[in-house]
């Protein structure tokens, strides 16, 4: 298969614009691969290698959830479209994000999945959750780790023909609450 294309993230101006026909046809596309058996067994097994590197190293977690606020931890999330999809489609049925949710976590610098401590989306957390600890040993290895995978990751969307885009996770969220499903 050809390789999906790879699309500048517009940011700001899709908050901005709202919905415009060529991001609904890409949120369409990764809605549709990210139920596809096919598709999320790929995203699943690398997800499922990372866990393995990660315990491999061992890094310590104290479930202190402070990395779930970014400013207070001070960085930030990245994904790929495919990957907030995925995350997207595997909420509980019903249980869509509230309308504002999004807004709520971005002013008081957080994730709008992060329940007290803990992640409300574990199991289909994005990659960067994956890989992040706040240990500092994991310092060394985080960054290399992070760089495989993603790369299985682009090289996955090229296999599925899948438009290709890394954003910051609340704008990707965003995207795809500007365009609901019918
Ligand atoms: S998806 Fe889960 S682990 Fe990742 S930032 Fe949000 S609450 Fe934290």
């Known amino acids: 298969m050809s390789a ?108 709008p999945f992060q329940e007290g401590n803990l992640c409300g989306v574990h199991a289909a957390r994005p990659l960067g959750c994956r890989v992040y600890f706040c240990d500092r040993s994991s310092f060394a290895w985080q960054g290399a780790l992070t760089e495989a995978a993603l790369a299985d990751v682009r090289a996955l969307h090229d296999r599925h023909a899948l438009p290709y885009r890394y954003g910051e996770w609340r704008e990707m969220l965003e995207l795809l609450a500007c365009h609901p499903e019918r």
């Open 4 to 111: 999906g294309p790879a699309i500048p993230w517009r940011g700001d101006d899709a908050r901005r614009d709202g919905p415009t026909p060529r991001d609904a046809a890409i949120v369409l596309a990764w809605r549709r691969a990210s139920r596809d058996p096919l598709v999320a067994g790929e995203l699943e097994a690398i997800y499922e290698h990372v866990a393995r590197e990660v315990a491999r190293r061992g890094p310590a977690c104290w479930a202190s959830g402070r990395c779930c606020n970014f400013a207070r931890a001070g960085h930030r999330l990245y994904v790929t479209g495919l990957e907030a999809a995925y995350v997207e489609c595997r909420l509980v049925p019903g249980s869509r994000l509230a309308e504002g949710a999004v807004a709520a976590a971005r002013a008081c610098g957080g994730c």
